[in-house]
């Protein structure tokens, strides 16, 4: 891991806490709930329960009924009510349970979150974040392990963010919570309880729209985010024994992409992998081709390749390590652009 | 079928008195109140028609016959509290405060047109159906939430009663309490579905009875009987009574839009033929001139005031400084994204449409 010396020594300065990413997300709402009376939590068992994953544990015991508020189980219902109470000045951060339980709420945010500041050309913004697990691996039932970011990031008028992560998981959403327009936060619900790391206790933001080298290389820029960034790094690890080293980019944002930095990477490398485990066809990815397209053509010493979720429905958990890419898979794709 | 909810009414379609409990309410100057914003409703709808066939304007949502429910809903409203029109609650939305010059901006394909009021609390119509009822009820407990004696009123017709969003959006102000008023107008027709096709149930105001919250059947062409019936509603949100459902029992005269023929779907010659009988102003008229508050001189008066207040707004609708492309890339996030800001250069670059 490459980690620069301001931002160690920034580190080693402030109090930190080892933290898995749903601890840091936990941390995350109790900070932003306990800096502004006008933020509030809404969601589906959010409140006694903390949350199914526990994301909002102890928050409602903390800032009471109001604050952390149970809703009945009505997607459209607690969107749109956020949407209204964004309208009247509050700052609601909204909980849907699984991603693929948005859809009930996709016309709400397909109609009105993402277009109210247009159409009012600013007279109202929604200050809202929908948070939202995400992703397979973790053998939940159907619909329980979708990863559709796509359909959010084609969408005008909504950020999409996907820390993969515990510093990033609390910097990302503060950073997410204090935007002034709406931004869908999805969590990988797979390393949900993961690796820890050294989280700083106080609050903190990452900035929204930019990305990460998490590790770098001559050869080829693997680009990834959320669950999809710890294969890609298990992949550039074996490539690496290999003498193929690898720039691995963590996206963090998807909408908007940071050109930037796949720019940079991609005319210094000439070789593109793209890492998701959303389906293939209209995903994240190839947007990103797109950009390098446009940025880096002349650059490209290879055909840039994808490893993706494929074009089926995600299947059920038997089936879900064969439909999700695997480390295998991305070696694979490093060696073909290397051999181009 | 015993009548659980009965229609509540005021004045018949003749102007009688037909209940008296309220009489001491029907003073003059709220009749004259009343029938003034009426008058300048439709004579503004009226233009907004023949704006439309003239080719002034776009596609233009009538509303006449719905003159009462709109006007007598919308004068019971206090000055914080917040309103969810759809399109075709312009009247109650103009009536509420929102800028006559503004609203023909909208109809003619201006994004200037959707900015809000400068004084209310109104929110540019809502297009998909029923989606902003969960909005007015979120923005009634954030009234809740902040503490203060403020409400909401979400406008909708039969057609968004089987919507998920008409459930949903009641049944989130009933778990919650909300401050809200819901405000359906049974016009009888979703564009061409009758309502008997819409939904099995007799009435609309019964499904307040699935939330368990208080439902009002009223005579939406009586505009006593809607403002009163609102202003009750009202009331019982403001003293933490939780949300009302009103059915106001209405007639779309015209087309559902300047783009639909309605003798399509129903027999609007009918319709044509007794719209002097029911017409919810006339019935005002009926009303004031039997009780000695009708008054020639200042009907004329205001009816010159209105002519020129629409005609002023028009020509500034007709002469507003022509569209900057530039407006639509300039307010979809606070600061542009750089993908955006770079199609918005693309384009002034190209110069856009000649």
Not at chain 1, 319 to 324: K, P, Q, V
Not at chain 2, 310 to 338: C, Q, R
Request: aromatic share 8%; charged share 25%.
């Amino acid at each position: 891991m490459v980690m620069s010396k301001e931002l160690a020594e920034s580190r080693s300065a402030v109090k930190t806490n080892s933290l898995t990413v749903i601890q840091a997300i936990n941390n995350g709402l109790n900070v932003m709930l306990g800096k502004d009376k006008h933020t509030l939590i809404l969601g589906e068992d959010v409140g006694k329960n903390g949350g199914v994953f526990r994301a909002t544990d102890g928050l409602q015991e903390k800032f009471g009924e109001n604050r952390v508020v149970d809703t009945p189980l009505s997607e459209a219902g607690f969107v749109g009510a956020a949407v209204g109470m964004a309208f009247n000045g509050l700052r609601p951060i909204v909980e849907i349970q699984f991603l693929g339980f948005i859809y009930p709420a996709f016309e709400q945010i397909a109609t009105h979150v993402t277009r109210t500041r247009t159409r009012t050309l600013g007279h109202y913004n929604l200050q809202m974040v929908i948070r939202a697990p995400y992703g397979s691996g973790v053998r939940s039932p159907e619909i329980h392990s979708d990863s559709v970011e796509a359909f959010f990031a084609h969408m005008p008028g909504i950020k999409v963010v996907c820390p993969s992560n515990a510093y990033d998981a609390k910097g990302l959403l503060i950073a997410a919570i204090e935007d002034p327009d709406p931004v869908l936060f999805l969590e990988p619900m797979r390393l949900y309880r993961g690796k820890r790391e050294d989280v700083p206790e106080a609050k903190y933001s990452v900035e929204l729209g930019k990305g990460k080298l998490v590790e770098q290389g001559d050869d080829v820029t693997v680009l990834a985010w959320g669950a999809m960034m710890p294969v890609a790094l298990t992949a550039t690890e074996q490539m690496r024994q290999h003498g193929i080293t690898c720039d691995v980019i963590d996206l963090r944002t998807l909408y908007p992409l940071d050109k930037d930095i796949i720019s940079e990477s991609v005319q210094k490398t000439g070789r593109v992998v793209i890492v998701h485990e959303g389906h293939e066809t209209g995903g994240v990815g190839s947007e990103i081709i797109s950009i390098i397209n446009n940025t880096s053509f002349l650059y490209l010493r290879a055909p840039m390749e994808r490893v993706t979720g494929f074009d089926v429905p995600v299947p059920l958990f038997a089936l879900e390590n064969d439909y999700l890419p695997t480390p295998e898979r991305v070696s694979q794709a490093i060696r073909k652009v290397v051999n181009f | 079928m015993k009548v659980r909810y009965p229609l509540f009414q005021i004045i018949d379609k003749d102007g009688n008195l037909t209940n008296q409990k309220y009489e001491d309410k029907l003073t003059g100057d709220k009749a004259k109140l009343l029938y003034y914003h009426m008058t300048r409703i439709r004579t503004y709808d009226q233009k907004g028609v023949a704006l439309q066939r003239q080719g002034r304007i776009g596609t233009y949502v009538p509303f006449a016959g719905q003159e009462a429910s709109q006007v007598g809903s919308a004068l019971a409203l206090a000055d914080d509290d917040w309103m969810f029109p759809t399109y075709r609650d312009h009247g109650a939305s103009l009536t509420f405060g929102a800028d006559l010059d503004r609203m023909l901006l909208h109809w003619n394909g201006r994004m200037e047109g959707c900015l809000p009021s400068r004084k209310k609390n109104i929110l540019p119509a809502s297009i998909p159906i029923a989606t902003h009822l969960p909005h007015a009820a979120g923005a009634a407990m954030a009234e809740t939430y902040k503490g203060t004696n403020n409400a909401a009123i979400a406008y909708f017709g039969d057609g968004a009663t089987s919507e998920g969003d008409f459930h949903e959006g009641l049944n989130i102000a009933s778990v919650f309490k909300a401050p809200v008023v819901f405000f359906n107008q049974n016009n009888g027709f979703a564009i061409s579905l009758p309502v008997e096709r819409q939904m099995n149930s007799e009435t609309i105001v019964q499904k307040s009875e699935a939330y368990g919250i208080q439902g009002v059947r009223v005579d939406g062409m009586d505009v006593f009987a809607v403002h009163i019936a609102v202003q009750e509603a009202l009331e019982r949100a403001r003293n933490g009574e939780g949300p009302t459902l009103i059915e106001a029992v209405t007639i779309r005269f015209g087309a559902h839009t300047t783009a639909d023929d309605p003798s399509k779907y129903r027999d609007q010659e009918k319709i044509n033929r007794m719209r002097d009988e029911v017409d919810p102003i006339l019935r005002l008229e009926r009303f004031m001139t039997m009780n000695g508050m009708w008054d020639e001189e200042w009907v004329k008066q205001i009816n010159a005031v209105i002519k020129d207040e629409i005609n002023t707004a028009i020509e500034a609708m007709e002469s507003y400084k022509k569209p900057d492309v530039a407006i639509m890339f300039d307010h979809v996030f606070e600061k542009p994204t750089w993908t955006i800001e770079q199609q918005r250069q693309n384009l002034l670059r190209v110069g856009g449409r000649k």
